[in-house]
């Protein structure tokens, strides 16, 4: 469950949104069911959705997911003033975020 409230401009706007995950038992064709809501006595509902499940398969090696480009080609550190604070005592965190040059980062900027 995920709930975001903001103002904008003087406007209120609120949203909740439910995710699920599914995972499957065995392989075959189904049939995910409709799901309904009701909001302020008003029934809202999805639409059925059919899907197959197969075994399996090997990730393709010759393409690259978002994920695969910034695992090698981004590191971020943080750098920490005193390992071993007392309680509440002040201490410092750095991020230091490396980029290779082999990716490009729009809207950069250096504090």
Known sequence: QSISS??????RSYSKSYSYT??????????INQASIVIAGETYKSLAKDVEVTAAV????????ADDVADENL???AEISKTDPFLNEAITVIYK????PNISVSNYQPL
């Open 6 to 11: 903001s103002w904008i401009n003087g406007v």
């Open 22 to 31: 599914l995972a499957p038992t065995s392989k075959g064709k189904f049939t």
């Open 58 to 65: 090997d990730k393709p090696s010759d393409q690259m997911t």
């Open 75 to 77: 590191h971020l550190v």
């Open 97 to 100: 975020l490396y980029v290779s």
